[in-house]
């Protein structure tokens, strides 16, 4: 039995990928709370990984936030990400780990990279300015993976995903993503008996959003595909794989099926003097899809089991 090393198992991609892995039956699936071993501490992580020799490592682990967070700590968001998967990727290499799987984010892409945005969309364009620092650390982490191959022969791979929601998310009624954020505004107004529940922006902006279970069955068929195989559907230097749906929707519709899942039968206001954001942000994901793996939760059924089984937080 392989012995997994599962950095951010508290985290929702890290815990999803826990779990996945416990279905498969892994039974040695080593973790480490924050209070256990510092990511950003080099010697903490270097003597963990010597110790422990995993024979796979997923790096879940990162510092993450919504806009406001990004644009507030910019500095912490470049430097701890940096540090957490540098000392994550050189201890594993120093260690003698073969596979690794990096986790990054869809927010690699430029801003106006053509929709669906492809792999090879990476660095051709300017990145959205509120998360750029996020997006640069995530950037250095698929090149970290890609340059330790070519000069180590390590099998490290990367996996980026679309928007993701589900068990574990954040419900933090400023600092949440989108999701979570109309589930709770929602789940409150019925609560309240609300006539209304307003949602920011026009409603037309569409955005693509993954079931984070789906994730962790795609992040651990990627980590297991055969090496051959692997390589003829990347590059050396283009080695990153898209995870998503490859379907998009309004938020307008998100906010309808969010309504639908909670009760809700009031009016739905979308306040136009707020930002819309981005137009459209969908991934392509025809490698994955020809790497052999789709995803198998639709986005209403998602949502209610993630409302019936979360709402408890708000």
């Not at 996945?20 to 209070?35: A, K, P, S, Y």
């Not at 230097?237 to 998009?248: E, F, R």
């Not at 309808?256 to 136009?272: E, P, S």
């Amino acid at each position: 039995m392989m012995k997994i090393f599962v950095a951010g198992h508290r985290g929702m991609v890290g815990s999803a990928i826990a779990r996945h892995l416990n279905t498969l039956g892994q039974t040695r699936i080593i973790t480490r709370t924050h209070q256990e071993m510092d990511l950003l501490d080099p010697q903490a992580v270097m003597d963990f990984m010597q110790a422990e020799k995993p024979d796979q490592v997923y790096l879940a682990a990162a510092k993450v936030g919504g806009i406001h967070a990004n644009n507030t700590f910019p500095a912490e968001f470049i430097h701890d990400n940096l540090v957490i998967e540098t000392n994550v990727i050189q201890a594993a290499r120093k260690s003698g780990v073969h596979k690794l799987l990096f986790l990054g984010s869809s927010c690699i892409y430029p801003r106006n990279a053509a929709q669906p945005m492809a792999e090879e969309a990476l660095l051709t364009g300017p990145l959205e300015p509120t998360n750029e620092p996020y997006a640069i650390a995530k950037i250095a982490g698929i090149k970290l993976c890609e340059s330790y191959n070519r000069q180590y022969g390590t099998d490290y791979r990367s996996v980026m995903p679309t928007n993701l929601y589900g068990p574990g998310d954040n419900y933090h009624p400023e600092n949440s993503h989108v999701i979570p954020a109309l589930l709770r505004r929602f789940h409150e107004a019925v609560q309240k008996q609300a006539p209304e529940v307003v949602i920011w922006g026009s409603g037309t902006p569409k955005r693509e959003f993954l079931h984070v279970d789906d994730m962790a069955a795609a992040t651990v068929h990627v980590m297991n595909l055969d090496p051959a195989t692997y390589q003829a559907h990347t590059q050396p230097m283009l080695s990153h794989i898209n995870v998503g749906t490859g379907i998009d929707c309004t938020i307008r519709e998100l906010a309808q099926t969010i309504a639908k899942v909670t009760g809700f039968t009031g009016r739905l206001t979308f306040d136009t003097t707020k930002p819309d954001g981005t137009p459209r942000k969908l991934l392509d994901v025809s490698k994955l899809k020809a790497l052999g793996w789709v995803p198998s939760i639709p986005l209403e059924q998602g949502l209610l089991e993630v409302y019936r089984a979360e709402s408890f937080k708000f």
